[in-house]
């Protein structure tokens, strides 16, 4: 898919908030410092989301819209130990009201660090999307940081603590910023559901 436009629209702190409108939405979220910016940018290919040294910096909902037909949605990221439970506690506000009240979320992508074992954190969000029958896939970020046998060994042990754990076994794709990989992969999910 050929992206022809990509624009900021807003940002909110409530679902009631976010743009009226029956247009389909494209979620992404993670834990704080996963890349989930740089993959967006890789996405689009553009600099739209703005990408930080320090972890936690959207702390809000941002609408792009793309080709005037969809929206790709910025979560917040969750679990980011430097700030207080208060924020922490808003934080998850913002993102539960999102899923719960935003009627048009087509899919939503779960962004993880391939380099990592599932955190309990991780777990226990994907566990709250498969029990809410939301549509999501996993992304695993970073994998320019591992040799091309530790990423497909790394996902394939993610995927099956997440079987053990939870008994669930998303869909999956490798990416990395970097080496420009996986774009086409997550491009053609969003397509198929357009």
């Not at 909110?12 to 410092?33: H, L, M, Q, V, Y």
């Not at 553009?46 to 930080?52: L, Y």
């Not at 702390?59 to 969809?70: D, V």
């Not at 940081?145 to 997440?162: D, H, V």
Request: a positive charge.
């Amino acid at each position: 898919m050929l992206i022809k436009s990509a624009k900021f629209i807003k940002s909110s702190s409530k679902a009631i908030d976010c743009p009226e409108t029956d247009i389909p939405e494209f979620t992404f979220i993670g834990r704080s410092n996963v890349g989930k910016s740089s993959l967006i940018n890789m996405i689009v290919k553009k600099k739209i989301a703005k990408v930080s040294r320090n972890p936690g910096k959207t702390l809000l909902i941002n609408h792009f819209l793309i080709n005037n037909n969809w929206f790709l949605v910025d979560l917040p990221g969750y679990g980011y130990a430097k700030i207080s439970k208060k924020e922490k506690k808003k934080i998850e506000n913002i993102i539960v009201d999102y899923f719960k009240n935003r009627v048009n979320i087509s899919l939503t992508f779960v962004l993880i660090d391939i380099r990592h074992d599932p955190q309990l954190i991780d777990l226990d969000f994907i566990s709250w999307l498969s029990n809410n029958n939301i549509n999501f896939k996993i992304i695993f970020t970073k994998a320019d940081k591992l040799s091309a046998n530790q990423k497909g060994e790394k996902a394939k042990k993610y995927i099956k603590i997440l079987f053990e754990k939870i008994k669930i076994s998303p869909e999956n794709i490798t990416t990395s910023y970097k080496l420009k990989l996986g774009r086409e992969e997550i491009m053609n999910l969003i397509y198929s559901e357009l």
